[in-house]
């Protein structure tokens, strides 16, 4: 099955540092799902910004203990209970999973925040500093809009751009996040903040740094979109949906909407997710030019192997957004999920005419070109993809869609 891989040139993780340089403390959660692609993606990315800004950057994990996920090897600088909180200028937390508000984590959040160190969080790392009590009348980014969660009970919650308020950083999208969803991945704008707060650049603590794209009239629909958030959080769901369905009719291409409608509808049942289909086609009738609705219907139905359908709304979705080339490439991946690689080719390769520098396109379309056996269009397109973005290195020697090559001497010269 293709994926949209954000890719981002990975750094080295361990170098060696000018110790006059100022520190800043990157905690990795040991155990978390997709960890390789989570230090190889977000942590090498945020260790290669912060370096180039002249920052040394201090590894921390809970044990201390060597990270290992699959070819990727990182050695922890501290373990936390070694972590001095006056040493660093700023702490900057990746993706992680839920379950990593340990009273350890807690303590040292609550800490560096009353010591007014600047912090930054990304995805389910936000839900830590929601734990700790730091977002209490603030405003922050998650992926989705967890206001009715009792920790975020006070916050203000903000879209899943990058939002800045006051010393803390947060971010709703992290590049395993934006590989699915077609979403921004906020990784480079959270770590650059966090930079521009500590070298005192920042903007206005209120200032919302990485806008939703594609919107008209932003301030208009982003009061709309947290008057909405608002009444759903109070019970308020047939109000809010009124909000998010008379967005979804003005401004037919934002998705924050729709996906607001979801989250305040989706039954909470083993089934909910994928009842979800029937109510987008529902308002896919009462809306019928609005292409947010055809994107989450045709992902919903990709991700539970409804292929025949989520081809047929790609295809309206395309007759609608011929240029978008995020469509061109979300069909290559159906057609190549149902082993139509032929065609999978032609749609990456009109993705790659509308945005050719994304690799991700060129990197999947060598995938579907392998799977049909045509080895010397795949190398050609894995050689472009990793001129482009020479992190693929690491995931085509373990990629199966590769598996036929992985012994052949032209792919190792290309990945080694």
């Known amino acids: 099955m293709k994926r949209l891989f954000y890719l981002f040139l990975l750094s080295s993780i361990l170098v060696s540092f000018d110790k006059s340089a100022p520190k800043v403390l990157l905690f990795i959660k040991e155990g978390s799902p997709q960890l390789e692609y989570m230090l190889t993606n977000e942590v090498g990315k945020m260790t290669e910004i912060l370096k180039q800004s002249g920052f040394e ?39 992680m999973v839920l379950d990593l508000a340990s009273p350890e984590m807690i303590t040292l959040v609550k800490a560096a925040v009353d010591k007014g ?53 947060t971010s709703g999208v992290c590049p395993w996040i934006a590989k699915d969803t077609g979403y921004q991945d906020g990784t480079p704008k959270l770590t650059q903040t966090l930079i521009d707060i500590i070298n005192g650049k920042s ?12 919107q008209v009239k932003i301030d208009a629909v982003k009061e709309a979109l947290m008057k909405a958030q608002s009444l759903f959080k109070e019970g308020k769901t047939e109000e809010a949906s009124k909000i998010y369905t008379s967005l979804m009719e003005s401004h037919p291409d934002n998705r924050d909407a729709v996906q607001g409608w979801i989250i305040a509808n989706m039954k909470r049942t083993p089934t909910g997710e994928e009842e979800m289909i029937g109510q987008l086609e529902g308002l896919e009738k009462l809306y019928p030019k609005n292409t947010a609705i055809l994107f989450f219907k045709a992902y919903v139905q990709g991700e539970y192997k409804h292929y025949d359908e989520s081809l047929a709304t790609t295809e309206k979705l395309i007759t609608m957004q ?8 979300f069909q290559g991946g159906v057609l190549a999920s149902m082993n139509k690689y032929e065609e999978a080719i032609s749609s990456y390769t009109r993705a790659i005419q509308l945005d ?26 894995l050689g472009k993809a990793i001129s482009l973005s020479p992190q693929v290195k690491a995931w085509a020697p373990k990629d199966a869609d590769f598996k036929s090559l992985w012994d052949d001497e032209d792919f190792k010269k290309l990945t080694l």
């Not at 011929?322 to 490439?329: E, H, Q, R, V, Y």
Request: hydrophobic share 40%; net charge negative.
């Open 356 to 381: 050719p520098n994304q690799a991700e396109y060129i990197y999947n379309r060598g995938c579907a070109y392998c799977l049909k056996g045509d080895k010397v269009n795949a190398l050609v397109d």
């Open 322 to 329: 011929p240029d978008s080339a995020l469509n061109w490439g």
């Open 57 to 95: 950057v201090t590894i921390a994990t809970i044990s201390g203990e060597v990270l290992k996920a699959g070819s990727v090897t990182v050695k922890p600088d501290l373990k936390l209970s070694e972590v001095n909180i006056d040493e660093y200028a700023g702490f900057i937390f990746p993706c």
């Open 203 to 214: 903007p206005s603590a209120d200032e919302i740094i990485q806008k939703p794209e594609g």
């Open 117 to 169: 160190k600047p912090i930054a969080a990304q995805a389910g790392s936000v839900t830590l500093l929601a734990k700790a009590g730091i977002l209490n009348g603030k405003k922050y980014a998650t992926n989705i809009d967890a206001s009715t969660w009792p920790d975020f009970k006070n916050s203000i919650y903000s879209g899943r751009g990058v939002v800045q308020d006051g010393n803390i950083i």
